[in-house]
């Protein structure tokens, strides 16, 4: 049997507070301590180099430029375009501008051809110019002197017939023996002619343009003028390696007193050296740098001029440059070693003769078809 009374509650439980769940760790409050001494002067105010409206200043997006507005204009605007008819804008036959407006239209139209001759013919170093032929047969772009080559040539005239081909080639003939005529400066006269031809003796050999980076003769073998001169014809560079680091370097001969040079320049003028032999020495170290004809696609050639240039036998010979070296000079640690080299001279090799056959090669005349057949007819009489 149940007694009365009040139920029996149940014991209160502690309920857990965001806050105390949020509260950190540590519960110590950190005071941090600053023992460099305050500063001695109030803060100044430093200027700004920059533009202050950089960060705002509107640019024009693609999108913006590239947009095409609508032309909105009212029915009655009486604005004189016709979009509808194109025959409204077809000349009718005789028509002509009243006289005003024919001085104002050609006025303007020679401002334009003014304005686009100068803008075809403005001076551009790096860029190769085109030339320009428009509907009133000027030309533009080419410059003064192509003009007045062209101005020059401009009565020479194709031929068909054997004939007339002839003529022509007889009067270029005259024409080139006429005083030569500066393109640009007519009041320049010559003062010397020479007929410019290969240098057939010296065509097998390559020739090569050396600079040096300072005099290649030391301050203790100068001896004068002349001197010097015998002393640097006789100069040779010798392709050396170094074992211990592997480095390339050239070695620069001198022969070892003036009459060893002196000696030597009789003996190759007069092609009697033969047998003898010639002491060289040491004088200088080079580093080198060498730039090829090939790998810089350029044409460079080495003129010699024998006469002066009034006689018939004054010529001008011309020569290929195969290449282009650079010399340094090579500084070493400590004294630089002296060697003394024995020079003698030797036969062409084979490999060499046949090198310079095929150079000489490139100096043979084209024969045509027609040249061949002349030869066998000849041949065969």
């Keep these: ?35 460099l001494p305050s500063i001695p002067f109030p803060p100044k105010f430093l200027p700004f180099p920059f533009d202050a409206t950089r960060f705002i200043r509107h640019k024009d997006t ?59 013919e403005s001076t551009m170093p790096w860029l190769c110019k ?53 393109p640009t400066k007519p009041d320049l006269t010559p003062v010397e002619i020479y007929p410019l031809l290969p240098d057939t003796k010296m065509w097998v050999y390559k020739f090569a343009q050396v600079t040096f980076d300072n005099k290649p003769l030391p301050p203790t073998r100068r001896t004068g003028a002349e001197n010097d001169v015998t002393q640097l014809e006789e100069a040779l560079l010798v392709n050396q390696l170094e074992k211990e680091t592997g480095e390339d370097f050239l070695s620069y001969y001198l022969p070892r007193d003036l009459e060893t040079a002196q000696r030597r320049k009789r003996a190759r003028l007069d092609k009697s050296i033969g047998d003898e032999t010639f002491d060289y020495e040491k004088t200088r170290e080079y580093r080198w740098e060498v730039r090829n004809r090939e790998d810089n696609n350029e044409d460079a050639y080495v003129i010699t001029l024998s006469g002066d240039g009034k006689d018939k036998g004054s010529l001008a010979s011309y020569n290929e440059l195969a ?51 002349d030869a066998g007819a000849a041949e065969a009489d």
């Design 1 to 35: 049997m149940a007694s009365g009374g009040p139920p029996p509650q149940r014991p209160p439980t502690k309920k857990s507070s965001s806050k105390e769940d949020n509260l950190p760790q540590l519960v110590t409050s950190v005071h941090f301590n600053n023992k």
């Design 130 to 182: 085109t030339e320009y032929t428009g509907s009133d047969v000027r030309r533009y772009g080419m410059g003064g002197v192509d003009n007045k080559v062209k101005a020059d040539d401009a009565d020479v005239t194709h031929a068909d017939d054997r004939e007339s081909q002839v003529a022509l080639i007889e009067a270029s003939f005259a024409k080139a023996k006429r005083a030569p005529r500066h």
């Design 323 to 373: 290449q282009r070296i650079r010399l340094t000079v090579r500084r070493r640690e400590g004294a630089q070693s002296s060697a003394v080299l024995r020079v003698a001279h030797r036969d062409w090799l084979e490999a060499e003769i046949a090198d310079q056959d095929t150079r000489l090669e490139a100096l043979a005349p084209i024969e045509d078809d027609a040249t061949k057949g």
């Design 62 to 120: 693609s999108l913006e430029r590239n947009y095409k507005f609508k032309l909105l204009f009212p029915n009655n605007g009486a604005i004189p375009v016709e979009l509808v008819d194109p025959s409204a804008y077809v000349t009718p036959v005789g028509a002509r501008l009243d006289a005003q407006d024919e001085d104002l239209a050609r006025a303007a139209s020679s401002h334009q051809e003014e304005q686009r001759k100068q803008l075809i």
